[in-house]
């Protein structure tokens, strides 16, 4: 207690806003909150974060941090004082934008919030310091190790709840030294109206099959690929993250590296409820036992799932290429249905 | 991944299907999804799985399987094609069935999906085959033991979601050597219209008291007896099971056999959320130091067991009778409470 | 089971209650059921638990228990029958309250349910007994330890949905030899129509900042203290428990105190989905890392929390006074943002 106060204290009187422990930032770097084309099926609002103006998207750059480091990250609010205007119903909340984020440590001065005074008016900037601190043996306190998230909580209300509406989120995965490394990691926001990343049906969906490029909307890898899901649950809904084909551990990894009794404890899912504001990770090794093939992923909530909130996750063969018995219906016949039945060769006897 | 992809290669070289790992056919066996009468109380249609036809119900058969065994299932679809039309909205959407599962391992051939083309028109059939997949300690998969379910995914719209909703689902339990057997499994599924198993009220407890059947609708053990309750989400709503006097651990079989450490952090729970897609296993012990009784098993959100999600959980005595002290109130009036009191002589003091 | 049997047996023929195990009364004391004045936003019926009239309160108090504990527990229900009435909307449903609880043991005669007549009448007493059941390494029994809560079963239907709604709940905590003492205890009930604690917006945040006194409205801290949430959900909706600035281990304590294997694989997390029914605990250090602040704790559904479904946990430094740093920004304008721009001036680079 008294280190945790001292560094406060220490902290104030610099006036700077690290938290205990964030004895040297290991890395700055911009963050800019911009607007982006309307959403082309809705016309609604897109905002997003970005390294740069240019490269902002919805979800935002994933941010990752190793447990020990401090990052500095200075936010431009870019956005146009009209559209963050038509965001807000009430006249009285502050115009402007933030970062909150969830998991890793940060003081008031970087909680991203107005009542704190931490957010950013159009025009301005201002840094933001994470700690992603490691296990305290001596206190007890954990480490910050796991899959988190940043969002906007100033945007349109003192919840940020239309800036994220718009897209200001985005992923954070703090690793452990030891932490198996993905090859790629996706991050997936189910969220309001039925969305993934605020996209649904085809708009989720938008792999060149021939060059596919990895993308909010284009979830592939090849066969053997360790996949790494950031599951995200954004707005007001509950939603159930599955995937067709493929299970994780429900660990803070997603993988068990454990002993026997862990091994035979922790439950292996492939569907997890994911409500408003929590994140897991979610490690697949692609197409492991299963093959390449058009896997569904979807909220496992029907009406969700047939209002469009649905993508694939497309497992290429080591080539890079879609096998032909695992393709899709209309292109690859192979093993179709014939005519009234759908029938299969393969023995089949009683069950007996 | 050479391996995998090499089985994968060899399955789609022999117009076979089978899953990487899945080298020999442990059991073959038939199920068909047939037409049952219409809901008695709502006049849905109903439609089920079975071993046999004459067998089918809601939920299907429960399928249990041990790591490393490799199931052939061959689906009859004979369903009215009428009946397969009326679930579905758009004509565009073919007519048909399929058999979907969650946690084994599965090819595309086996998604049991419109896209894949694994579906089965009716009047046909179609092999599906299913790996439970064992721990790989080389890529470090994890094994594929749990609770899951298998469902249909095509009836009535391209995620089956009619043809859940009129009964076509069933449990799936993958066991590892060395997990717990327990005496009796019940599979209950939590869905929609405040239903258990697509029944409420009284249509979900149809035990008879001197005589007892276990069943979809009627859950009953001996005290004493270990009791495996296999819970999925259904359909579009959350829900959160629980059951009265008894609690489980919320590891992968529902108990804990572990160090004394995991006994330690591992939560104990009687209540837990469940949404579609999810399931769990929830392992009691008939009994265990509560006695016999009528136990209520329920939905614990208000409305929903107000409105009829709520069944019992008969506990019997060693003879296999409902012990007089623990009856309902009108059959067994012992210890009812006297006119204006529910007065207890049990001797209590103040807090102090 | 034979020992469970003749527990059962010799409680009921005593005329007993008691559940198999519970050999002594550890400690007896009373509870009541009041009225309370009515909500004054709402105007709606309050009622609560009190161990004695005059201390009654929603929530209730919190009962903690050590495994090995048994509890004999006797309510009164001084709730007027007038208001019992009022509460139900079937006449045929008896009128009374309950005590029903969570995770510890309890015969049929202590269910607090209408079916097994174990209620409480207007004017009436009963008393229930609890069993706070160690770890059987026998049988493998789990231990009761854990976060729990109590609730009416009866009031104004065979759910007590009416008579929890009022604010007929508490707490319940059982803990194991060894584990984390917490400084202070929360109960933070999440439920309906947007509430903490059946309250929201300013009522669910009476502190005051210059003597703030802990309890159901006033959630506060000083700076190293180990404060503990016991987070309940009640009512009929789903939410999501977050707080900011802080994290916990999703175990059962809310810590860690594990093998390595362990640490590395339980989850830590800042927001966590509760459904009706369920409970966990969140164990923090108050301010560890991130100093004092008025953090804010609110149900990340964002429609939740705009309608004031947000309280704040008041971290103080160690002298039990707010930091200025950290204050409310109309009355610390310490570092504030200047006239259009929140500028920081702390060095910045770009991402590289």
Redesign the interface.
């Known amino acids: 207690?008294a280190a945790?106060?001292a560094?406060?204290a220490a902290?104030?009187a610099a006036?700077?806003?690290r938290?205990?422990?964030c004895t040297v930032i290991d890395?700055?770097?911009?963050l800019y909150a911009v607007e982006l084309p309307k959403d082309p099926v809705t016309n609604q609002i897109r905002l997003g974060y970005g390294?740069t103006p240019e490269s902002a998207s919805y979800p935002g750059p994933l941010i990752e941090m190793i447990e020990g480091q401090c990052f500095?990250?200075?936010l431009y609010?870019q956005v146009p004082v009209a559209t963050l205007e038509a965001l807000r119903t009430d006249p009285n909340h502050p115009v402007?934008v933030s970062l909150?984020t969830?998991?890793v440590?940060?003081?008031?001065?970087s909680?991203g919030?107005?009542?704190?005074?931490s957010?950013?008016?159009p025009?301005?900037?201002?840094?933001y310091?994470w700690?992603a601190?490691p296990?305290n043996t001596t206190?007890?306190?954990?480490?910050?190790?796991?899959y988190?998230w940043y969002h906007d909580h100033v945007g349109g209300?003192?919840?940020g709840?239309p800036g994220?509406?718009s897209g200001l989120f985005g992923g954070v995965v703090v690793r452990?030294q030891?932490?198996?490394r993905p090859d790629r990691t996706y991050v997936l926001a189910f969220g309001d109206r039925q969305t993934i990343n605020l996209r649904r049906s085809s708009e989720a969906d938008t792999c060149d099959e021939q060059n596919p490029v990895p993308g909010p909307t284009c979830v592939v890898a090849k066969?053997?690929e360790k996949v790494e899901f950031l599951v995200i649950?954004?707005?007001?809904?509950?939603?159930?993250f599955?995937v067709?084909?493929h299970?994780?551990?429900?660990?803070?990894?997603g993988?068990?590296?454990?002993?026997k009794?862990?091994?035979?404890?922790?439950?292996?899912?492939?569907?997890?409820?994911?409500?408003?504001?929590?994140?897991?990770g979610a490690r697949v090794?692609a197409?492991?036992?299963?093959?390449?093939?058009?896997?569904?992923l979807?909220c496992?909530?029907?009406?969700?799932?047939?209002l469009g909130m649905?993508t694939t996750f497309h497992v290429l063969?080591?080539n890079g290429a879609m096998?032909?018995?695992?393709g899709?219906?209309p292109a690859n016949?192979v093993?179709?249905?014939p005519a009234?039945?759908?029938?299969?060769?393969?023995?089949?006897?009683?069950?007996?």
């Open positions: 207690m945790v106060n560094a406060a902290a104030a006036g700077a806003e938290p205990g422990g890395r700055r770097f911009n390294l500095a990250i200075t609010n402007g909150h969830h998991g440590k940060y003081t008031q001065m909680d919030t107005v009542h704190s005074n957010f950013v008016p025009g301005g900037s201002r840094t310091i700690y601190q296990r206190t007890g306190a954990q480490g910050t190790a796991g988190w209300g003192p919840h709840t994220i509406a452990r030891g932490d198996p066969v053997g649950g954004i707005g007001n809904d509950m939603h159930t599955h067709h084909g299970s994780w551990a429900d660990t803070r990894t993988v068990i590296d454990g002993s009794q862990l091994v035979d404890s922790v439950p292996i899912i492939d569907n997890k409820t994911v409500g408003p504001g929590d994140t897991f090794i197409g492991e036992s299963v093959g390449p093939g058009h896997w569904m979807h496992h909530m029907q009406f969700h799932s047939d649905s063969d080591q096998t032909a018995h695992a899709h219906a016949p093993q179709a249905a009234g039945g759908g029938q299969d060769a393969t023995a089949h006897g009683n069950h007996g």
